[in-house]
T-cell receptor
Framework: DAGVIQSPRHEVTEMGQEVTLRCKPISGHDYLFWYRQTMMRGLELLIYFNNNVPIDDSGMPEDRFSAKMPNASFSTLKIQPSEPRDSAVYFC????????????FGPGTRLTVT | AQSVTQLDSQVPVFEEAPVELRCNYSSSVSVYLFWYVQYPNQGLQLLLKYLSGSTLVKGINGFEAEFNKSQTSFHLRKPSVHISDTAEYFCAVKGSSNTGKLIFGQGTTLQVKP
């Protein structure tokens, strides 16, 4: 398997623009996680899905952030409108069989909002 | 609620020397514990995990960790490090219920010098 695939790898956008990050989990995995990593706050879980259903979105910073998983092989994280404080590396991870199973991380998307 | 404290933000060490990366957690319930490694410009990768049973857990790349319930610690050790072990290491905790998310520490940067 190719592992977790994220696109784009780098995104530079201006404040106020809409940003969409994409993730393809490992085939067969039933959990999908979106994380954000910054120097100040470390690694934070934003939201996770089980069988395409959002289970816990308590980490989503505010209404500007939204995530969807229309099918088992694709998820998006959208920020609208984007702000400079959203600059971070966003990781997608997937796992099989539960919340203590190994999470496989994608390479991340480095987002810069100017 | 669970929390994780990694006591050292950076650990410099010479090649072939032993190393210990410290992790303490707080929780009012039984926990599961994890160590993940992040190489530069990559996503996280699971090193090892403690779910139950033997308190000494062996992982990949020669790493091991010991769960100490009385001291609420889960320190990571390696008897002899290599240059290739230079990376950031994250300790994580999850409560033993069927719900709940993985909580990551702030990370420890291991810098192996020749």
């Amino acid at each position: 398997d190719a592992g977790v695939i994220q696109s784009p790898r780098h995104e530079v956008t201006e404040m106020g623009q809409e940003v969409t990050l994409r993730c393809k989990p490992i085939s067969g995995h039933d959990y999908l996680f979106w994380y954000r990593q910054t120097m100040m706050r470390g690694l934070e879980l934003l939201i996770y899905f089980n069988n395409n259903v959002p289970i816990d979105d308590s980490g989503m910073p505010e209404d500007r952030f939204s995530a969807k998983m229309p099918n088992a092989s694709f998820s998006t994280l959208k920020i609208q409108p984007s702000e400079p404080r959203d600059s971070a590396v966003y990781f997608c991870a997937s796992s099989l069989g539960g919340l203590v199973a190994e999470q496989y991380f994608g390479p991340g998307t480095r987002l810069t909002v100017t | 609620a669970q929390s994780v404290t990694q006591l050292d933000s950076q650990v410099p060490v010479f090649e072939e020397a032993p190393v210990e990366l410290r992790c303490n957690y707080s929780s009012s319930v039984s926990v599961y514990l994890f160590w993940y490694v992040q190489y530069p410009n990559q996503g996280l990768q699971l090193l090892l995990k403690y779910l139950s049973g033997s308190t000494l857990v062996k992982g990949i790349n020669g790493f091991e960790a010991e769960f100490n319930k009385s001291q609420t610690s889960f320190h990571l050790r390696k008897p002899s490090v290599h240059i290739s072990d230079t990376a950031e290491y994250f300790c994580a905790v999850k409560g033993s219920s069927n719900t709940g998310k993985l909580i990551f520490g702030q990370g420890t940067t291991l810098q192996v010098k020749p």
